[in-house]
Nanobody, 125 residues
Framework: VQLQASGGGLVQAGGSLRLSCTVS????????MGWFRQAPGKEREFVGA????????LYGESVKGRFTIVRDNVKNTVYLQMNSLKPEDTAVYYC???????????????????WGQGTLVTVSS
């Protein structure tokens, strides 16, 4: 499966951005979708995920209450709505896809087989 992430850019602290990840194929509804981010010199960090079969969502502690993940199975797209952005949210954001994830594995990048190319989000102070 191919993933295409978009929507990154430069925003001031306190602002909002919405990232999109569009997935090729006709079985998007079966995919569990994750968002991760990686800042320079840091390890890849779990942002959030949404499961395909029940739309269960899970968020990383650093973004809880500020970021929301939704999916549109008609458009084969998953969205990451980011509000109240902080300079520490600056990173390259990646979307990833997998199937049949259990809740305990949704936050691990090792659980995802397919990855998008990443989109850069820069939050200025």
């Amino acid at each position: 499966v191919q993933l295409q992430a978009s929507g990154g850019g430069l925003v001031q602290a306190g602002g909002s951005l919405r990232l999109s990840c569009t997935v090729s194929g006709r079985t998007f509804g079966r995919y569990d979708m994750g968002w991760f981010r990686q800042a320079p010199g840091k390890e890849r960090e779990f942002v959030g995920a949404i499961r395909g079969r029940d739309r269960l969502t899970l968020y990383g502690e650093s973004v809880k209450g500020r970021f929301t993940i939704v999916r549109d199975n008609v458009k084969n797209t998953v969205y990451l709505q980011m509000n109240s952005l902080k300079p520490e949210d600056t990173a390259v954001y990646y979307c990833a896809a997998s199937q049949r994830l259990i809740m305990s594995s949704m936050a691990s990048p090792l659980s995802y087989r397919d990855w998008g190319q990443g989109t850069l989000v820069t939050v200025s102070s």
